[in-house]
T-cell receptor
Framework: GESVGLHLPTLSVQEGDNSIINCAYSNSASDYFIWYKQESGKGPQFIIDIRSNMDKRQGQRVTVLLNKTVKHLSLQIAATQPGDSAVYFC??????????FGAGTRLFVKA | DGGITQSPKYLFRKEGQNVTLSCEQNLNHDAMYWYRQDPGQGLRLIYY???????QKGDIAEGYSVSREKKESFPLTVTSAQKNPTAFYLCASSHEQGKTEAFFGQGTRLTVV
C-alpha cells in the first residue's frame, strides 16, 4: 500500500482502550476544524468537524474537543478497534479556500 | 454511487514528459482541489477551483497546470518543469469552499523514472 507519513508521530493503543489524538493548530482566526482518517493507499475520509462556536462535538465513537485559548484540538476514539488503525489528520480553515492540514498522527491498534 | 474518482491509481513517467492526472466528481460540488502528499508531511495545496472556468494557484503551483471546463472534472497536468514530481496526488471537492468538509479521491501515485 501507499506509504504516507513514514516519520509521523505514532500512538499505539490496545484494542478496546480509548485513544486520544492531539493537534495544535496555527491560526487563531480559524473557525472551522476537521478530522480526517487516511488508511494506507487511500484518500483521507472525513470523520468529524467542529466550528469555533463550540467546544465539543460527539459522533459515533468519536469526540472532538476544541480549546481556542491554547489553539488545541483533540480527537477521542472510544473502544478503539483494529479497523481504526490509520493516519489521522486535523485540518483548520478560516472560511476561504485555504485549509491547513497537520502532518498527521499514525494510530496503531494492538489486538 | 456518488463520489470522486481519480485515475490512474499508479502512474510512471519518464523525466521530461508531461503527464495528466484525472479527477471526476458526481457530487455536484462547486469547489475542487488538488493536493500533493509527501511522506511525513501534511497535504499541500497545488490548485483549487471555485467554479467552472475559474481556478487559482495554491501554495505549490509551480510546475503544475489545471483546467476546469466542466463542473465534474478538474484534471491536473504535471509538467516537465516540476522539479520533484514523484508524490501522492489527491483530488478533493467540497460543497461550499472552506465551510464544509472535503471529499477526497483515492489518490494517484506518480513516480518519475
Amino acid at each position: 500500500g501507499e506509504s504516507v507519513g513514514l516519520h509521523l508521530p505514532t500512538l499505539s493503543v490496545q484494542e478496546g482502550d480509548n485513544s486520544i489524538i492531539n493537534c495544535a493548530y496555527s491560526n487563531s482566526a480559524s473557525d472551522y476544524f476537521i478530522w480526517y482518517k487516511q488508511e494506507s493507499g487511500k484518500g483521507p475520509q472525513f470523520i468529524i468537524d467542529i466550528r469555533s462556536n463550540m467546544d465539543k462535538r460527539q459522533g459515533q465513537r468519536v469526540t472532538v474537543l476544541l480549546n481556542k485559548t491554547v489553539k488545541h484540538l483533540s480527537l477521542q476514539i472510544a473502544a478503539t478497534q483494529p479497523g481504526d488503525s490509520a493516519v489521522y489528520f486535523c485540518a483548520e480553515n478560516t472560511g476561504g479556500f485555504k485549509t491547513i492540514f497537520g502532518a498527521g498522527t499514525r494510530l496503531f491498534v494492538k489486538a | 454511487d456518488g463520489g470522486i474518482t481519480q485515475s490512474p491509481k499508479y502512474l510512471f513517467r519518464k523525466e521530461g514528459q508531461n503527464v495528466t492526472l484525472s479527477c471526476e466528481q458526481n457530487l455536484n460540488h462547486d469547489a475542487m482541489y488538488w493536493y500533493r502528499q509527501d511522506p511525513g508531511q501534511g497535504l499541500r495545496l497545488i490548485y483549487y477551483s471555485q467554479i467552472v472556468n475559474d481556478f487559482q494557484k495554491g501554495d505549490i503551483a509551480e510546475g503544475y497546470s489545471v483546467s476546469r471546463e466542466k463542473k465534474e472534472s478538474f484534471p491536473l497536468t504535471v509538467t516537465s518543469a516540476q522539479k520533484n514530481p514523484t508524490a501522492f496526488y489527491l483530488c478533493a471537492s467540497s460543497h461550499e469552499q472552506g465551510k464544509t468538509e472535503a471529499f477526497f479521491g483515492q489518490g494517484t501515485r506518480l513516480t518519475v523514472v
